[in-house]
């Protein structure tokens, strides 16, 4: 069975760091382009950043661009999301996704497989 698996995720304080794993099981990671989204409270969700399957492209959203890295290791079956000089509006719940197709998109409902998602607070 398919599943996604992050953690990582709690209570950091503004200008703080978090890197947030995604575990993945019941598929290769390798052949799947990975995404990682947010959805703060009363917002919809949002892509954060991509990585293609081999993980040679990224793409970051203009508001966590330069303060965010995704990465992955297909061999582990782990993807990864790096946060730096974390600021409030950083408040979510992140999420893990795969997708088939090879390009990215901003439509959640290109995702086939979601994880539960890891809440990161972002508080003095």
């Known amino acids: 069975q398919e599943r996604l698996q992050e953690s990582g995720g709690g209570l950091v304080q503004p200008g703080g760091s978090l890197r947030l794993s995604c575990a993945v099981s019941?598929?290769?990671?390798?052949?799947?382009?990975m995404g990682w989204w947010r959805q703060a409270p009363g917002k919809e969700r949002e892509v954060v950043a991509h990585?293609?399957?081999?993980?040679?492209?990224?793409y970051y959203t203009t508001p966590v661009k330069g303060r965010i890295t995704i990465s992955r290791d297909n061999a582990k079956n782990t993807l990864y999301l790096r946060m730096d000089n974390l600021q409030p509006e950083g408040t979510a719940v992140y999420y893990c996704?795969?997708?088939?197709?090879?390009?990215?998109?901003?439509?959640?409902?290109?995702?086939?497989?979601w994880g539960q998602g890891t809440q990161v607070t972002v508080s003095s």
């Open positions: 996704a795969a997708r088939t197709q090879s390009s990215p998109t901003f439509n959640p409902a290109g995702y086939k497989y």
């Open positions: 019941g598929l290769s990671l390798s052949t799947y382009t």
């Open positions: 990585i293609s399957r081999d993980g040679g492209t990224t």
